[in-house]
């Protein structure tokens, strides 16, 4: 992608190098009686009272497991404490960071840019949303979360949330390497920050509480797709800012293909389950992406009604 040179967006929130993710940012935990599914804490997350974090853990571990790990989520709820303050920056963040860093302000930039314009011409402001780079764990109001959920969208703040680490991953870990696979990362996200504007997230999260959870994977897979579509629509835009070079439609292709619930699952336990898919197959996710890159028109990501 020729992104080097060009504007970045200012609503870059770096908080790399603090310390977040800790207790203050799980507050009540009236969220999950409310359906909020909120992020694990475990691992590096539960520095802080380790043992009065092992009940949510648990619990979270079961609600986790049933719907399945997959890089690039939304959170529901939202209904959280909101962020609380963090403590003193003690790390510098790693090499190689700040061109990555750099990339993302542009990536987010023309995101800006395109959903302005489509915002506008149906007579709408578009309220951007901010983007958080952290390293480890970061406090959010949709409760306190840790890198290894890889990057997300919160509806009650209006943030997305990543770890730049995440590249490094999706590179050698999902066998998804090159600049526009990270570019469709953001992309995706912001297709979700989309969602939480037009009414389909907190449709969502408010009918996912009456349903079982293999209907609430299914509603989940027709969220992921449009959002997946929507970064399509991206890539199109990107396309006529000149901003395309050769390969960057396929290493985003790749990307939607290498983190399919029916390719991430054979990958890790060596089988499938289609009824605990919760971001679509892999083929889906093509499909949905190419859709929204050939049309570029956001009105064609319509996964709600017939077949996926
Ligand atoms: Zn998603």
Known sequence: ????????????????GQ?????????????????????????RGSRGGISSLIGIVVVLGIIWFATGQNPLDMLTGGSGT????????TQLPAQGQDELADFVGVVVKETEDLWNAQFAAIGENYPEPTVVLFTDAVNTACGAADSSVGPFYCPGDSKVYIDLSFYDQLHRQFGAPGDFAQAYVLAHEVGHHIQN??????????????????EANAWSVRVELQADCYAGVWANYAGQQNLLERGDVEEALNAANQIGDDTLQKRMQGFAVPKTFNHGTSAQRQTWFERGY???NPGDCDTFSGNV
């Open 19 to 43: 310390r977040g993710g800790r207790m203050g940012g799980l507050g009540g935990l009236g969220g999950l009686g409310r359906g909020g599914i909120r992020i694990p804490t475990g691992g």
């Open 1 to 16: 992608m020729k992104w080097q040179g060009r504007e970045r967006s200012s609503n870059i929130e770096d908080r790399r």
């Open 82 to 89: 909101g962020p609380s303050s963090s403590a003193s920056s």
């Open 294 to 296: 050939r049309s570029g």
């Open 197 to 214: 504007l037009t009414g389909v997230l907190p449709e969502f999260n408010r009918a996912r509480q009456s349903m079982s959870q293999e």
